[in-house]
């Protein structure tokens, strides 16, 4: 099986069981001339709806605070992060006494379709040692009903949308990079949820690498 499809149906499986969506991270990198930890993150949402740039930075400000990082929600001042100088951003940076600023945004939508076979499973009931005929063998009718037991699942096709985010982390002295993460989430109704597993993945990356 193609390791993107099955990739794929993995995280469809564990949607329509779990009930809710998945994460996960497709390419991550830190620069090996970084070696210290970051204490206050100055947080970029970059997104169309504002509301759901709020849900994003005002929930990783809560789980930053989970690691002892201290997070600054950006929308509180730059009305419109998709728009904004750099300039500007870095003066919002350094007025908020960040040691770095983390942009996130998505990149890339796509859908998947992943399609599960159908399948006829069936029961023969037959000789067994100590064979003595069960009480429905009395009357041919209730034989014949029981004789085999036929389960028959039809063939589903599941189409899921998942999206392709982008993190980096940049050092407010030096706006060098210091980390950078592609991830990929499928899609679910409940934004909240969505955004909370994506901001856990982002925050447990940095935990591994040794910045938060």
Same mark, same amino acid.
């Given at each position: ?86 300039? /500007? ?30 399948? /006829? ?28 037991? /036929? ?62």
């Amino acid at each position: 099986m193609n390791c993107r499809y099955a990739w794929i149906k993995g995280l469809a499986l564990t949607l329509l069981v779990a009930g809710c969506s998945s994460t996960t991270i497709t390419g991550s990198w830190k620069s090996p001339d970084y070696t210290g930890q970051v204490k206050k993150i100055y947080l970029v949402g970059i997104a169309k709806q504002e509301t759901t740039r709020r849900i994003f930075e005002d929930e990783f400000r809560k789980q930053l605070a989970t690691y002892g990082v201290t997070g600054v929600s950006s929308y509180n001042d730059l009305p419109d992060s998709g728009e904004v100088d750099k300039e /500007i951003i870095a003066a919002k940076v350094r007025d908020s006494g960040a040691d770095s600023v983390l942009l996130t945004r998505a990149i890339s939508k796509r859908t998947e379709q992943v399609v599960n076979s159908g399948r /006829i499973s069936s029961y023969d009931y037959g000789p067994r040692s100590g064979y003595y005929p069960d009480p429905y063998y009395r009357n041919y009718g209730s034989y014949y009903a029981r004789s085999r037991e /036929i389960t028959y699942q039809p063939a589903t096709v599941s189409q899921f949308e998942i999206v392709t985010v982008e993190a980096n982390l940049y050092s407010a002295s030096s706006a060098e990079l210091i980390w950078s993460a592609q991830l990929e989430t499928i899609v679910e109704a409940n934004l909240e949820k969505l955004l909370a597993d994506l901001i856990e993945t982002i925050t447990k990356d940095l935990k591994s690498d040794g910045l938060i």
